[in-house]
């Protein structure tokens, strides 16, 4: 654990061994300065002041923080500061005591993202999806805004999985992941179900005609580069589109809706997008 005192004045007095190992600053270096030398800058001024008043209120603070080495490099640390009171009943000193626990942040950080993440391509899972469906939907109800939701499966890719197996198949599904991130702003959100399935939420289209563009161009851009093609290879999109009002007021609604003309988009022939209709919803 390191361990620094910090005097009334606010300048450091003492640190330990662990302190300079942690930090790579020795004890020289640190003797009256401010312990703001360690700041990470990740911090709002606000925070300081919740520390500050817990002190003087309790005189105790602890919790994480993130910090800055000599040589720049930065760590997350799990911080102890106690207030001592002199016989005046005013501070005399402070004694922080820490440790890094960035390697801990880091796991716990990868771990969360993985419950909200594709692991094969990195795109937002189905609960993350729903989630920013959710926001977005209630941005747009509250605003006014136009929201399109687009399923798009690939034509194709089943025949890709069986006769090259499926690292090809899994280079296919980065490859488009690529495509349709370059395709849409980076205001929209691109998703993966799982499988060959993805899903595009198109945020505030001026109106419908705009969302067959961006259809149109999803589909041309779905064609595999040199560098992924084998013999007989073919990849398409087969896509379905539900708008917010026009063709749904939930998410459910949205999703179940954009999801029924997927489907109907690759009974008609695949390679094409279809907006949902009542007629779609009957056919399935």
């Known amino acids: 654990m390191g361990v620094m005192t910090v005097g009334a004045d606010e300048t450091v007095v003492s640190v330990n061994l662990a302190f300079t190992d942690i930090t790579g600053y020795a004890a020289e270096e640190m003797m009256g300065r401010v312990p703001r030398v360690l700041d990470a800058a990740h911090h709002e001024p606000t925070e300081y002041e919740v520390m500050r008043t817990a002190l003087e209120s309790t005189g105790h603070w602890e919790g994480e923080v993130w910090e800055r080495r000599k040589d720049g490099d930065t760590y997350m640390a799990w911080q102890s500061i106690s207030m ?15 440790s890094d626990i960035t390697a801990r942040w880091k796991t716990n950080e990868r771990t969360k993202h993985l419950a909200l993440h594709d692991p094969l391509t990195g795109l937002p899972n189905r609960h993350l999806l729903l989630e920013r469906l959710d926001q977005s939907m209630a ?9 399109a939701l687009f399923f798009v499966d690939l034509d194709g890719f089943k025949s890709i ?3 090259w ?11 488009v992941t690529n495509t349709l991130l370059d395709t849409l702003r980076t205001t929209d959100t691109v998703a993966r179900l799982g499988g060959d399935e993805f899903v595009l939420l198109f945020e505030n289209p ?5 969302v067959a563009h961006l259809a149109e161009r999803v589909i041309a851009a779905i064609k ?7 013999t007989d290879s073919r990849i398409g999109a087969s896509i379905g589109i539900a708008m917010l009002g026009v063709h749904a007021k939930s998410v459910g609604q949205l999703v179940k809706n954009a999801d029924s003309a997927m489907y109907a988009a690759k009974a008609a022939g695949k390679s094409r997008f279809l907006f949902f209709t009542p007629a779609v919803q009957s056919d399935r």
């Open 206 to 210: 001026a109106n419908q005609e705009e």
């Open 165 to 175: 197996g499926h690292a090809a198949g899994d280079e296919v599904l980065k490859f």
């Open 139 to 147: 941005r747009a109800q509250r605003e006014g805004r136009n929201l």
């Open 224 to 230: 595999l580069p040199p560098s992924l093609q084998q």
């Open 84 to 98: 001592i009171r002199g016989a005046d009943g005013k501070a005399a000193r402070y004694v922080s005591v820490f």
């Open 161 to 163: 999985n069986d006769q």
